[in-house]
């Protein structure tokens, strides 16, 4: 299995980048990543949702309303409960993040593999969180009007780090034979500096944009037509222009909205990514299964 050089050089790259400008402008580049890479990556979900169900339309159309269903109860959720919603969007991603690093490094799926994609995308939350205390608790008291104590954010750390060792040595027979595992280690070591030195929202969008997104972008692509190169991808755009173009309406929305709100619009731009972010999480994972 080779090892993701370009990733690991982008990643060098913006770590000297980060030294060198200031947060304001980290976290205007962040922004731009986001919306345009991170969202394109998930905008393809109706396009993944069709070729599960290439064969059932009346399926396509049932689980097209639970996706847009789905996204209107996280929406509404966060506004009625805050919290249990903060935490069900954490959970998801936790699982999505480690099932995109890791699926492809496994002989086959089970249980001890869903609880080595859960413990690694806990660990990458854990890194982000710790890392960045203040403007995490910042986020999550203007988001659920709670304050969570540091040692909180601490003891996820341990427990995702801890979790994440026991469940590579439990699957690792099940890691296909040309795992580098000392390249994964190093990977770790590097989002701990890169977290540390980066705002929170730059250092989200770093690992979001560079470890996730892109490698979902390239698996998504491959999968809907057959092949990596610049007509499977312009095809992959195209598909998913409108699901993108209403998001940015969506999302402008929103930070008309906080303009009248004593809020501050990173805290509703993480509502709006955890509202569109859950039935992706679903639809990747029946992906993943085919």
């Known amino acids: 299995m080779k090892f993701p050089i370009v990733n690991l050089v982008l990643t060098v790259f913006i770590l000297w980048l980060t030294i060198q400008i200031e947060s304001n402008f980290e976290n205007y580049l962040a922004y731009f990543f986001i919306l345009t890479v991170g969202i394109v990556h998930g905008a393809n979900d109706i396009s993944l949702i069709n070729y599960i169900k290439r064969d059932e339309s009346k399926s396509q159309l049932k689980y097209i309303a639970l996706y847009i269903s789905v996204i209107a109860l996280m929406s ?3 506004f009625q409960f805050p919290l249990i919603a903060l935490c069900v969007f ?14 492809s490094k496994l002989e086959k799926s089970g249980l001890y ?22 403007a995490t608790t ?3 008291s203007e988001l659920t009007s709670v304050t ?33 595992f000392f390249h994964e280690v190093f990977i770790v070591v590097l989002f701990i500096i890169l977290f540390k030195l980066a705002s929170l929202l730059w250092a989200f969008a770093i690992y979001f944009i560079i470890w996730h997104s892109i490698p979902s972008l390239k698996d ?11 007509s499977s991808f312009i ?19 929103i930070y008309y909205v906080s303009t009248f709100l004593d809020i501050r619009f990173i805290t509703l731009f993480f509502a709006f990514l955890a509202a569109i972010t859950i039935p992706h999480v679903v639809v990747m994972h029946f992906i993943n299964k085919t």
């Open 113 to 134: 593999a869903s609880l080595l994609f859960v413990s690694y995308g806990a660990l990458i939350f854990g890194l982000l969180f710790y890392l960045n205390l203040d």
């Open 90 to 103: 954490v959970a998801f991603s936790c699982y999505h993040f480690g099932e995109q690093h890791f699926y």
């Open 138 to 140: 910042t986020i999550i």
């Open 148 to 180: 969570i104590p540091e040692s909180y954010f601490l003891n996820f750390l341990l427990v995702s780090s801890f979790a994440t060792i026991a469940s590579i040595v439990v699957n690792y027979k099940n890691f296909k034979q040309d795992v580098p």
């Open 220 to 230: 998504q692509t491959k999968i809907l037509y057959g092949k990596i190169d610049t």
């Open 235 to 253: 095809k992959y755009i195209r598909a998913s222009f409108l699901n993108w173009l209403t998001s940015i309406i969506g999302l402008g929305l």
């Open 76 to 78: 509404l959720a966060f």
